[in-house]
């Protein structure tokens, strides 16, 4: 079926924005919906409708290698929708945005994310990594907050950088590929984990909001990998 001017009204917002939440979304196609006269059922996310109408979407825009796909953010479970490019799961994507040495900068930060074991460092790590890529350090502060303003990029409370759902969604494989002695899956919904919980007897390592439901009923929890059998000390601890 071809895009009617809902869809494209809808794929536009996302061609320039690139992720909403999905609170940002009901609230799109609600406006989209009334903007071209469509039926609007006013659910909860709209979900029973909002599918079928992003699946449309997304049957059109497959041959061009793009995709709307859901996301999680890992910090707060909330649910995001992202644009993403499926031909190029590279950082080189943003060469058309950013100029070489700021490519060569936001690599080497998102190695150190990854490598760092928390899933972060602190904004002194990262703007000494300006050093290795020709840049002084405004110039990259600047860089970052940019990173940060387009999504790529967070700052959490502790002042540290992390990579942002937009980034993940974008760059899993990516990063799964270039840094596999790091890089993580979770056990729960096998998808890229930056920052997660992990087994301190095993390599198991899953995500906060996966956690969250797995272990809701559990009073002793204990690591999902069955040869292990751990106790889950992170959801004991809260």
């Given at each position: ?7 494209k009204f809808f794929l ?7 992720i909403f ?17 469509r039926?609007f059922c006013d659910r909860?996310?709209?979900e029973?409708?909002?599918g079928?109408?992003?699946e449309s979407i997304?049957?059109?825009?497959k041959?061009?290698q793009?995709e ?6 890992e ?6 929708f992202?644009?993403?490019n499926?031909a190029?799961?590279s950082l080189?994507?943003l060469?058309?945005?950013y100029?070489?040495n700021?490519?060569e900068?936001f690599?080497?930060?998102?190695e150190?994310?990854?490598g ?7 904004s002194?790590?990262a ?6 890529c ?13 990173m940060i303003?387009?999504?790529w990029l967070k700052k ?8 942002a ?8 494989l990516?990063?799964l590929?270039q840094?596999p002695?790091?890089a ?8 890229l984990v930056?920052?997660?919980?992990s087994?301190?007897?095993c ?5 906060k909001?996966?956690s969250?439901?797995?272990f809701?009923d559990e009073?002793v ?5 069955q040869?292990c ?6 959801r004991?601890?809260?």
């Open positions: 079926m071809a895009l009617e001017k809902a869809h536009q917002a996302f061609i320039a924005n690139g939440t999905a609170r940002e979304v009901h609230k799109l196609y609600r406006e989209t919906c009334e903007r071209f006269d039926e909860v996310h709209n029973p409708d909002l079928p109408f992003v997304n049957m059109n825009i041959p061009f793009l709307m796909k859901k996301a999680v953010d910090a707060n479970g909330v649910s995001s992202v644009l993403v499926t190029d799961n080189t994507k060469s058309s945005t100029s070489e700021e490519l900068l690599k080497k930060l998102v150190k994310i990854v760092s074991g928390t899933g972060s460092v602190s002194i790590e703007l000494n990594l300006s050093s290795t020709k840049m002084k350090k405004p110039e990259a502060e600047s860089f970052f907050t940019n303003e387009h999504k959490i409370p502790d002042g540290h950088y992390a990579l759902t937009r980034c993940i969604a974008e760059c899993d990516y990063i590929q840094y002695d790091d993580r899956t979770c056990n729960m919904c096998c998808r930056i920052q997660g919980e087994c301190r007897e390599n198991t390592t899953i995500h909001h996966c969250q439901r797995y809701k009073v929890p204990v690591c999902p990998n040869a059998n751990a106790e889950w000390l992170h004991q601890s809260r």
